[in-house]
């Protein structure tokens, strides 16, 4: 785990002049601006693409109708953060021991476009665990998960604490009071998306203590740790805690299981703006809706079986196969197992992409994790029915012949690792893509506040203005 020295952690103060991030944010905004303002200018009335009636009847596919800038996903290259791979983001941004970036170097990435130093990067862990510390976690908030059922969904329990926050958003509390002009959104915009993420480690634990422990605390934050090591810890898988509440988990994993937390909401950051979760907070942003209102409502489409729930639905899938097969290590009966659910009408989970034509590469970064780690996976059988599958099922769906795309996406292997760690409640495992997830979106959001990006409004259509234009041509 990192910790940070005292002196340096005593230093940090949760006011904004003293963060190393938004004084790089700063210094970049002019020129960023002026080139923005050039190209509104200038190219208005520069055409991009035609829209086509099958274009509006499915689900705007491929459309190239929205401004992002922190990623962008390729067919062939899959997911690029600022232009840089995974691989590149690996050996680039500052990271852990085991090889991993910090998801704080990936928010700073997103954030300005640039690889923070590594001092940057402790500089930034350490605003977080101040920011998101006990003592500033809104206590209205603590107070409504606490009056949540245990048994709500934890993605329910999240937007609503996400919503919860608006109580403390200086952007819709200065908004109110007629602080605000255009030329300053962005600065409350960017305080608040900090906090938010901030608070993610506490209110994370709150969910699955309350559906795992009665809501009795499973772990304590430490203002003294990173941000993953604090969602560790607080869910009971550091050290310290984990065996006292499970009983088959012991130190050296934990160091696994946050190297595991590390790489899952570092690579699930972002994935530009045109999927559901992102969309939506970008939309609903565009109201000028305070962050936390716009991400709660990101988690809500977040919660979707067809965007965050897959990783679930795969575990189920894998586990029930090795149920029905003799050894994981049988390609034929895997093989079999595999035309069988084909031939009932239903899908392999796990593979398949709307997008990429290609392995995604955020599966290949954890099929890495598993493979650098032999010794830890080779004896769980659904482990090894993850990687085994990898290299069967491209080839029976090449045969099937029906999907565009017959390799593995990210939830073929994310949610088999967590359950490896002993997160069996898979249910919760999209809270974890809902903590990661909010560092892209926001970070957009900031951006759009920046640039004025005006409220969102497509043009509707209805079936006589179809019917018109399709006889028109
Ligand atoms: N197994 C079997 N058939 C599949 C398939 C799979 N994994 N993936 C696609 N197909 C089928 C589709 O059902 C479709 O059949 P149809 O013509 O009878 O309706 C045909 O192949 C063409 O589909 P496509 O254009 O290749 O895919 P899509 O863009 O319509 O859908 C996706 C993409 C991910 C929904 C689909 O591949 C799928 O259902 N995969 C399994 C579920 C899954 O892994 N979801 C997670 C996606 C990752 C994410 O966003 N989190």
Redesign the pocket.
């Known amino acids: 785990m990192l910790r940070f020295s005292r002196q340096l952690h005593n230093s940090t103060r949760l006011c904004s002049q003293a963060t190393g991030l938004k004084e790089s944010l700063k210094a970049i905004i002019p020129k960023r601006k002026e080139e923005f303002l050039k190209l509104k200018k200038e190219c208005m009335g520069t055409k991009v693409d035609d829209i086509t009636i099958g274009s509006i009847l499915s689900g705007m596919r491929g459309n190239r109708s929205m401004f992002w800038e922190g990623s962008m996903v390729d067919a062939q290259r899959g997911i690029t953060f600022h232009g840089k791979t995974i691989e590149q983001c690996q050996r680039e941004l500052p990271g852990d021991e085991s090889g991993n970036f910090y998801p704080e170097s990936m928010l700073w990435l997103l954030m300005t476009g640039e690889v923070p130093t590594k001092q940057q990067t402790k500089q930034l862990m350490e605003e977080l665990a101040v920011r998101g510390s006990e003592a500033n976690f809104p206590i209205a908030t603590s107070r409504v998960i606490d009056s949540l059922p245990n048994d709500m969904h934890p993605m329910t329990q999240l937007a609503i604490g996400l919503a919860s926050m608006n109580k403390v958003s200086r952007f819709a509390s200065n908004y109110e009071k007629g602080l605000l002009n255009k030329n300053n959104y962005w600065e409350d915009t960017f305080e608040d998306t900090l906090n938010l993420i901030s608070f993610l480690p506490i209110l994370t634990g709150k969910i699955y203590s309350k559906i795992t422990n009665d809501g009795k605390p499973l772990g304590k934050f430490s203002p003294t740790e990173d941000w993953s090591s604090n969602i560790c810890s607080l869910m009971g898988m550091s050290n310290s805690t984990y065996s006292v509440n499970k009983n088959n988990f012991n130190a050296s994993e934990s160091k696994d299981f946050l190297s595991l937390m590390r790489l899952y909401t570092g690579i699930h950051a972002d994935h530009e703006g045109g ?1 559901v979760s992102a969309h939506t907070t970008h939309l609903v942003g565009s109201a000028l809706s305070d962050p936390y209102l716009s991400y709660s409502s990101g988690i809500m489409g977040l919660a979707g079986p ?3 729930l ?1 990783a679930q ?2 575990v189920r899938f894998l586990v029930e196969m090795n149920g029905q097969i003799s050894s994981p290590n049988q390609p034929d009966e895997i093989e079999r197992y595999l035309w069988d659910l ?1 031939n009932s009408k ?9 997008t990429l034509r290609k392995p995604d590469p955020r599966f290949t970064a954890m099929l890495k994790f598993t493979k650098d780690r032999k010794s830890e996976f080779e004896n769980d059988k659904n482990v090894v029915l993850m990687q085994n599958l990898s290299s069967i099922a491209p080839k029976v ?1 090449k045969a ?1 012949g ?4 017959p390799y593995p ?4 292997a994310s949610g088999i690792l967590f359950h490896h760690y002993g997160l069996k409640e898979s249910l919760f495992f999209t809270v974890i893509f809902g903590c990661s997830r909010s560092m892209g979106p926001l970070t957009q959001l900031v951006w759009d506040r920046i640039y004025g990006l005006p409220i969102e409004r497509p043009k509707s259509v209805n079936m006589e203005t179809l019917k018109l234009l399709s006889n028109s041509q």
């Not at 996406?409 to 073929?412: T, Y």
């Open positions: 999927n067809l965007h965050g897959a639905e795969v084909l239903r899908v392999i989970p796990g593979y398949g992409h709307a769906l099937h029906k999907c565009q795309n996406n990210v939830d073929s």
